[in-house]
């Protein structure tokens, strides 16, 4: 697939806010079934493992960690690691796949822009562009700032996004396209496609992912994403105290160019 992979967790609460009246995600993209079907890629597992303190006593924090597509593979290799998600169903898929494997992860349902945990961690990502649903400047400051409060003295801080591309932005308008074809666990048959528009004001993509199910149209579903530029991105995290150690193109650690499809932060 093309730049926009869209395999993210988002923030459930920010759409339950619908901010600015609008912005959301649509509830269908929440279906654990449809959602963990579509999002079998681990190409970002290697990373983020990578970065991982080699103390495996160390506590790991994962943020928008959905279904436990990342927290799990990670718990199973010894890692103390919890993870939160606002969306209950998500979480509870997730808890279902941890027991499965005999494993006891602590799982948060909680925002990410209120986040009060008791704990501090020695490492806290946030993986699969979710921050892209942050729609408001506000409230990617305050995720971050509570991102910082839940750090240990010297914790990594590490995140990925997209890197916006215009030309991409462009051809995009210019018709639907199919973006998915699969199978769930329970036996639907999706097809997934996609018509977007983008909002140069608000910096907002505003995408309809429209869904077939078994042969038939179901619903269009909105997957709404702030897009966040280079420069702007680097100075939010510097301004909420943040020094960027590292700032890469893709997940084999690539240096970050003009061309680069992501953006990916190891922050402390």
């Avoid at 991982?52 to 506590?59: G, K």
Wanted: hydrophobic share 35%; net charge negative; aromatic share 14%.
């Amino acid at each position: 697939m093309k730049q926009w992979n869209y395999q993210f967790v988002p923030n459930q609460q920010i759409l339950k806010d619908k901010i600015n009246g609008s912005y959301k995600v649509g509830n269908l993209i929440y279906d654990a079934n449809i959602y963990d079907a579509m999002n079998t890629d681990l190409a970002d597992l290697p990373f983020y493992k990578r970065w991982l303190p080699t103390n495996q006593d160390a506590r790991i924090l994962e943020l928008c960690c959905g279904t436990g597509r990342l927290t799990i593979p990670m718990a199973m290799d010894g890692y103390n690691i919890s993870g939160v998600d606002y969306t209950a169903s998500m979480l509870e898929s997730a808890k279902i796949k941890a027991s499965a494997e005999g494993l006891d992860i602590e799982f948060f349902e909680a925002d990410i822009r209120t986040l009060d945990l008791p704990s501090k961690y020695d490492l806290i990502f946030i993986p699969f562009n979710s921050i892209h649903h942050l729609y408001k400047n506000e409230d990617l400051f305050k995720a971050f700032k509570g991102v910082k409060s839940h750090l240990k003295e010297g914790g990594l801080f590490l995140l990925d996004c997209f890197n916006p591309s215009i030309q991409f932005i462009v051809e995009g308008e210019k018709e639907q396209k199919e973006i998915a074809r699969y199978t769930t666990d329970d036996g639907r048959n999706v097809v997934i496609k996609q018509a977007m528009k983008y909002e140069s004001k608000t910096q907002i993509n505003r995408i309809e992912w429209h869904y077939f199910i078994n042969g038939q149209f179901d619903s269009i579903q909105n997957l709404d994403m702030r897009l966040f530029f280079p420069q702007e991105l680097d100075s939010y995290l510097k301004w909420t105290g943040f020094t960027i150690i590292q700032k890469f193109g893709g997940f084999d650690e690539q240096a970050f160019t003009d061309h680069s499809e992501k953006q990916i932060f190891v922050c402390r």
